[in-house]
């Protein structure tokens, strides 16, 4: 016993958003942006839920790479389209960090509108040391540097279409990131206002 007291997130009061306000803050971004670390530490931060949509299609079906194997992509980016929708449907403010190619679906990109979405930049000198071998992202297989290059350039302008925030490519730790997104929050919600 370390007499320490535990708070499990369940129990931690969420404040309701105020109105007006968008209700979950949604990370997008390639892969190895840090949606999922960047992610958890900010829910920390801000005393929300977080949830990770590649941690709930796992909890479901199993590793993604072995998904893929089995069923193929457009049947992962049908199931993953369905698990977001649960994920941005969810009446709870949560921060939300998605799979790299969720906004692919344009379905998807509609759900964003009511929230606040921040797309993680990176570039692929930063990306391909945090992606290791690639084995876990069926995306990169082959080549990692040249499908995460190919797969960002498909992607970036539904990146920046979807996002209220882009942070730019930066080295700095996970909690600066934090920092960075927690100091947008209120000019990310000022700049929809003005939509
Ligand atoms: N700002 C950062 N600085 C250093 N390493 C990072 C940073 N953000 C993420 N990482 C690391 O990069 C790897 C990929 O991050 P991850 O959160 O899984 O990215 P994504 O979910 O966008 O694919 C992880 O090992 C993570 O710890
Ligand atoms: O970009 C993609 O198509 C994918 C990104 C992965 O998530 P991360 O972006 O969190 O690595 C995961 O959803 C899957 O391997 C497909
Ligand atoms: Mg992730």
Redesign the pocket.
Known sequence: MDGGVRVSTSEIPVPEPHQGEPRSIVLI???????????AALARRLARPHVDS?HFFVARHGPIADFFRGHGEQAFRAEEERLVAELLDAPRPSVI?LG?GSVLSAATRERLRPHLVVM?DLTVEQALP??GDGSSRPMLGGDPAARWAETYAAREPLYRQSADIVLDPA????E??VDTIVAQLDRGRRARSDD
């Not at 971004?29 to 992610?39: D, R």
């Open positions: 971004g390639p892969m190895g942006s840090g949606k999922s670390t960047v992610g590649d960090s790299g993680l945090r992606l080295d700095g730790t996970i600066q990131r």
